[in-house]
């Protein structure tokens, strides 16, 4: 009996020493404290257990499996929540990156013709796909925009002819990339060891990729609220039922205003028109009053019937801006300005 106990003491000297290596504060320092104290009452407990035996006439040789049990129990081998304590890896939600190239800031002037020249439908047509493409502006990667819209009527400088307030895009930041995760360290040959160097390596990675989703979660919640306040604003646009201004077209009007809004503006610039061109009010035209050096000039929803004036009138048109100090110039006929991906492009 003296052998099996002092045995078993061994063993749990043993066990905790093995686990003052592997475990180290005040909590480890406190469960070990728990172990010796259960080997002290199991040990006072001993002689109790054999005079009881004795006395029903067991013989103490055939009580073997006693110590055994006394053995285990001492040294918490059946004792739950004695063991290292598990390492915690936090529960990851995927989300995917967008992936979207750098746009820097842009500031856009549109003309929509609302005057009797030009056709109902394809005002329509044009309204709807200005606000398809001011939607599109919004993505990851980007300085931002700002987009002011305005009719071509008989009056085109005047501030009445603002369609809506500007739409403010605010910048809104890259999803980042995916971060380099931690390789599995090298075996020692210690199994124990080496399963918790794993673990511990696995529930970095966690945490890593939990922090690298949380951020992808706020970005795309950033970039959600910008495009549901700007789809406000454009669904607003497309419901406009501006009255035919039959009096008259007066392009040089917005051209002008165009022009000031886009003098020294960060980024890239656009004028865009949707319009025939066919200017036939000169009251707002002033000599050298365009200027227009680096701003992009897009003529969408172009409509003409007759070849011969409208070649005449374009060329005319592309001198005027040429003279502004435009160098990038395009004319896109309505089915053209349909297959176009971006209107602002």
């Known amino acids: 009996m003296k052998f099996v106990v002092f045995s078993s003491i061994a063993f749990c000297s043993f066990v905790s020493c093995r686990f003052e290596k592997l475990k180290k504060g005040a909590r480890k320092v406190k469960r070990l404290a728990g172990i010796a104290c259960h080997i002290a009452k199991l040990v006072h407990a001993i002689p109790a257990v054999s005079t009881k035996l004795n006395s029903i006439g067991r013989p ?47 500031t856009i002037a549109v003309g929509l013709d609302i005057s009797g020249s030009y056709p ?68 020692t040959g210690d199994p124990y060891q080496d399963a918790q160097a794993a673990k511990r390596v696995k529930a970095e ?33 497309a419901r406009l039922e ?11 009007g917005f051209v002008e205003r165009a022009s000031q809004r886009l003098q020294g503006t960060q980024g890239t610039a656009f004028l865009v028109l949707a319009s025939d061109l066919d200017n036939n009010n000169l009251s707002q035209q002033i000599q050298g009053g365009i200027h227009l050096k680096n701003v992009r000039v897009r ?44 209107l602002f492009s």
Request: net charge neutral; hydrophobic share 40%.
């Open 60 to 106: 103490l040789e055939d009580t073997t499996w006693v110590y055994l049990l006394l053995f285990f129990s001492s040294c918490s081998v059946l004792l739950p929540g004695t063991g290292p304590k598990p390492i915690a890896i936090p529960s990851v939600v995927t989300i995917q990156p967008i992936q979207a190239p750098y746009q820097a800031y842009r």
């Open 120 to 187: 109902r439908f394809v005002f329509e047509q044009a309204k709807r796909a200005v606000a398809d493409s001011i939607d599109r502006l919004v993505q990851p990667n980007e300085d931002g925009a700002t987009v002011y819209t305005s009719w071509i009527t008989d009056n085109s400088w005047s501030p009445n002819s603002t369609a809506i307030p500007p739409i403010v895009i605010p910048a809104l930041p890259a999803d980042p990339a995916m971060p380099v995760l931690k390789p599995v360290p090298t075996p």
């Open 205 to 237: 990675n966690a945490r890593t990729m939990a922090n690298y989703y949380a951020l992808l979660k706020q970005n795309h919640a950033q970039l959600a609220l910008v495009r549901s306040l700007v789809k406000r604003q454009t669904d607003t646009l």
């Open 299 to 342: 003529i969408i929803f172009h409509y003409c019937q007759n070849a011969p004036v409208c070649e005449s009138n374009d060329a005319k048109w592309q001198q005027v801006f040429q003279q502004a100090g435009v160098h990038d110039i395009r004319f896109l006929d309505p089915g053209q300005s349909l297959a176009v991906p971006s």
């Open 242 to 252: 501006p009255p035919v201004d039959t009096i008259s077209t007066d392009i040089y």
